[in-house]
């Protein structure tokens, strides 16, 4: 599609909403998808005008990787969203929930930095959106978008479709080894990544590619061995009961029995 047919898109898409849906925020805004300079790979800053006519500051995402900017949009409509139906988020506030789905074991975590960003046209605050307790100059929120897009993979049933996004996700936060311990709100701030990396090992498992799938969780395991102990002695009883394939059939259940054998001290 060509730069007019797209631009006509975004004109179309904002007159129906208008039209439709006149509350919506997405009739009022502006996107911009603009490229920075990043030697060796596209990075855009994602950032959005018109939410002065709600009251609220602007938003934007920069160093978006270039296979990402479509997860941007999703992320600041989530925000924008919140922001239009519920309360304004303010420089230097944080920010936690679930934007896919209530069921979500990784929480969407970020602060809001005031941006220091010229350019942005409307004269209205932009507030720019990083990882949670992150400074402004962190740059891409790359722990947020992980967490976007395992909860995004946890809602198909498509392993192709999960590896694809899981492997974004640990490319964008490989993560590395945690000392979290069982208290549930640090599971939900997915220490080490280790969630990602276990969907990316089950996923690759479920396609024929074991190799890929076992090293994947042996760094799930490297990531938050607690994680891996407790999700061990789950998917361990539900072998014990019938439920999985056992040890001898499946090189997963031989896993989780070694990583269930080494949590034990055995």
């Not at 074991?105 to 949670?132: A, I, M, P, W, Y």
């Amino acid at each position: 599609m060509g730069v007019l047919p797209v631009k006509l898109h975004g004109v179309l898409v904002r007159l129906f909403y208008r039209i439709f849906a006149p509350s919506h925020p997405r009739g009022w805004l502006d996107f911009h998808c603009v490229g920075e300079d990043s030697p060796g790979e596209e990075r855009y800053w994602i950032h959005c005008h018109g939410m002065e006519r709600f009251g609220c500051p602007d938003l934007e995402i920069v160093d978006v990787p270039h296979d990402l900017t479509g997860f941007a949009h999703g992320i600041m409509f989530e925000i924008l969203g919140y922001m239009k139906g519920g309360k304004k988020v303010l420089p230097d506030e944080n920010m936690g929930g679930c934007f896919v789905s209530q069921h979500q074991t990784v929480l969407h975590l970020c602060t809001f930095r005031l941006s220091d960003r010229e350019g942005n046209g409307s004269g209205n605050k932009t507030l720019r959106v990083v990882d949670q307790g992150a400074p402004l100059e962190s740059g891409f929120p790359a722990k947020l978008f992980a967490a976007h897009l395992h909860a995004l993979a946890s809602t198909v049933k498509d392993p192709a479709k999960q590896v694809d996004m899981m492997e974004k996700a640990v490319r964008i936060h490989p993560g590395e080894a945690s000392s979290a311990s069982g208290d549930p709100n640090q599971a939900e701030e997915n220490p080490g990544n280790f969630f990602c990396w276990e969907l990316l090992g089950n996923a690759c498992c479920d396609l024929g590619r074991e190799d890929d799938g076992l090293r994947a969780l042996r760094t799930a395991r490297d990531r938050w061995p607690w994680g891996a102990a407790q999700t061990a002695k789950a998917i361990c009883e539900q072998i014990e009961q019938g439920n999985l394939p056992p040890a001898e059939k499946d090189a997963r259940a031989r896993f989780w029995l070694e990583t269930r054998r080494l949590a034990d001290g055995l």
